[in-house]
């Protein structure tokens, strides 16, 4: 079983800050590419930003300049780190991971729970 586990959302006022983080764990053989995306209400799921095992990170034009993505292999984790925060930002966010188990010769699409971000005064 693989489980991917967001934490570090919350609510936080314009121009704030909040990280969030994602650990995956369970039976994993090795981890490919993860990333976060968001669902607004009403709206469908987007992309935010995704990073490769090889720390080639690619984001929205939306968050550019605002949010930085990075990992941890050693951890099993990704990152998000989000500045300059808007209410528009506010949201479910999710994070996914490209994942191969032990004695799999394929990797699966995992994706966590979600975590709320919301951004309000």
């Known amino acids: 079983q693989v489980q991917l586990v967001e934490s570090g959302g919350g609510l936080v006022q314009p121009g704030g800050s909040l990280r969030l983080s994602c650990a995956a764990s369970g039976s994993i053989f090795s981890i490919n590419g993860m990333g976060w995306y968001r669902q607004a209400a009403g709206k469908e799921r987007e992309l935010v930003a995704t990073i490769t095992s090889g720390n080639i990170t690619n984001c929205a034009d939306s968050v550019k300049g605002r949010f930085t993505i990075s990992r941890d292999n050693a951890k099993n984790t990704v990152y998000l780190l989000m500045n300059s925060l808007k209410p528009e930002d506010t949201a479910v966010y999710y994070c996914?991971?490209?994942?191969?188990?032990?004695?799999?010769?394929?990797?699966?699409?995992?994706w966590g729970q979600g975590t709320q971000v919301t951004v309000s005064s």
């Open positions: 996914n991971a490209q994942i191969r188990r032990y004695y799999k010769s394929y990797f699966n699409t995992y």
